[in-house]
Structure formats: structure tokens, C-alpha cells
């Protein structure tokens, strides 16, 4: 439709496949080719791919035939080889594992070794307040279902801190009324924008984790591990930067999204294992 009017189209994803790319070519050069009769413009338009490692331009003609499709999928495919083969070169920021977890129905079982996981993955993640002596980070509990989040984040609230631990914890899912969820996600962004050159950690900054940060420290709790259970509401247009992350089994295309919001903003070399994934 926008192809219709005229319109450029902007797609973008991190996890787009080649079937889903060449679609949406072919829907939007029907639209083009609507536009190209109506208007009497020569039919060609420019197709680009951009990332921060490339910008490739061709013209497309918007024939529908099978050499224009295939046209495109070759030139799809050769620009996906040359970002993957930039990709290898880069600094490697996250490391997955598998976490393994008692087969039970019990759902309380699931979310015992979430929370388990996650106090694990602090011990290689975290970052030491130099004022008060506190290792800190946060981290995401990641689950398939509103549901689950919010179990989640009840049995955070309730279960007791490990010795020596200060644990805190927020949940953010999409049932929330509007203004509450973005309310939610202003207070997590800030603390979770941590755009720096080398200097101190924005995220030792925000006044609500130096809140939590001096009452561990009054605590005598040298550990304070901060939790947000949440659901796939993550994986679109969140600028976030977590130390940590755990998830249920999802789809590939989930787990990367996911991993995308670790160590976001911090783009030199991590060899910590900083992603669990329950088996």
C-alpha cells in the first residue's frame, strides 16, 4: 500500500530471514508497480541494505518475474554473507549456557532455578561501586508468558536473600496499563543506558540503584543483584543494556533479540558466560 503512494519503506530487524525479505520485495514492488502506471515515472526504484558494517545500493526494475526475484535473493544473501563475516571479526560480548532444571509441573521448581541462575551469572557480571564497596548488576529473567513474568517476580519479592546478598527486583511485561508501562520502562532505561567511552558506569549513577546500593551497604551485603522479570515486550525497540539474562526455550530469532539487550552499549570483549538458557 505504501508502494502504491509512492512511499519509501524502511525495514528494520536484526533477525529478518530471507523468505521474509524477499515477501516483503515483492509486496512492495506490486505497490511500485501500481505507482509506476499511475504516475508514468520510469519503473525503477533503489533498494538498500544498511548496517554499521556496510550500505549496499541496487536498482531494482519491480518486475515480477523469476529473474528479478532471483536477482534479489542473490544480492540479499551475498550482502547477509559480508555482515556475517564482519560479525566474526568484532568483539564477542555474550556467551550462552544451558541451564539445566528438575522436570516438574510444579512451576515454583522453574522459578527456583531461574532465580538460582541469575544470582550464578552475577558472580562473573557484576560492577563494584568504588563508594560503597557493592558488586552490582542487573539482569533479565525473561519468560514466554505474562503470567510467568509476574509469578516471577512475586517469588522474587518473597524468597529470602542468600547471605551476604541484597536482592532487588521489577517486572515489565505489556499488560500494564499504558502510562504505567511506560512509566516502568523510563525508570529501567534509566538505569540501563549506559552509553559511556571508558569512564564510570552511568548505570553506578542513577539514583535508584544508589538507593539499593547504600542499603546493601548498611546491610553489611557486599552482593546486590537487581531482577527484571519480563516477557518478549524486550525485543522491539528497547535500548537497554543488562548485565545478564535469563530466558525459558524460545525461538532463535528470540534468543537473539534477547542477547541483543547484553551488554548493549558496552562494545568491547566480555569472556563471562552472561546468558542462561533453562533446558
Known amino acids: ?20 525479505a524477499a515477501a516483503m520485495r515483492a509486496a512492495f514492488a506490486a505497490g511500485m508497480r501500481e505507482f509506476f502506471a499511475l504516475s508514468g515515472r520510469p519503473r525503477r526504484f533503489d533498494v538498500c541494505w544498511a548496517s554499521e558494517h556496510l550500505v549496499h545500493v541496487v536498482s531494482d526494475s519491480g518486475d515480477d518475474t523469476a529473474d528479478a526475484s532471483r536477482e534479489f535473493s542473490d544480492v540479499h544473501h551475498a550482502v547477509a554473507t559480508r555482515v556475517g563475516d564482519a560479525l566474526q571479526l568484532t568483539a564477542v560480548r555474550r556467551r550462552a549456557c544451558a541451564i539445566p532444571i528438575v522436570a516438574s ?12 541462575a541469575g544470582l550464578a ?4 557480571n557484576h560492577v563494584l561501586d568504588p563508594e560503597t ?12 508468558r505474562v503470567t510467568s513474568a509476574r509469578a516471577f517476580a512475586a517469588h522474587a519479592a518473597t ?9 532487588a527486583f521489577a517486572c515489565y511485561h505489556a499488560r500494564f496499563a499504558l502510562g504505567v508501562r511506560n512509566a516502568v520502562y523510563r525508570r529501567i532505561a534509566g538505569m540501563l543506558t549506559r ?22 551497604a548498611a546491610q553489611n551485603r557486599p552482593d546486590l543483584v537487581c531482577f527484571v ?31 541483543g539487550r547484553l551488554r548493549r552499549h558496552r562494545p568491547w570483549a566480555h569472556m563471562a558466560i552472561n546468558l542462561g538458557i533453562l533446558q
Open 1 to 20: 500500500l505504501a508502494a502504491g503512494f509512492g512511499r519509501n519503506v524502511i525495514v528494520s530487524s536484526a533477525t529478518l530471514r530471507h523468505a521474509h
Open 105 to 116: 509441573n510444579n512451576a515454583q521448581r522453574h522459578m527456583e532455578s531461574a532465580f538460582s
Open 121 to 124: 551469572l552475577h558472580a562473573d
Open 133 to 144: 564497596g557493592v558488586r552490582v548488576s542487573i539482569g533479565f529473567v525473561r519468560w514466554n
Open 159 to 167: 524468597v529470602p536473600a542468600p547471605d551476604g546478598m541484597a536482592v
Open 195 to 216: 552509553k559511556h567511552n571508558g569512564g564510570p558506569d552511568p548505570l553506578l549513577s542513577n539514583p535508584d540503584v544508589r538507593h539499593h546500593l547504600r542499603r546493601a
Open 229 to 259: 522479570s519480563t516477557t518478549n515486550i524486550l525485543e522491539a525497540g528497547s535500548d537497554l543494556d543488562a548485565d545478564w539474562g535469563v530466558t525459558e526455550p524460545c525461538s532463535e530469532r528470540s534468543v537473539i533479540q534477547f542477547a
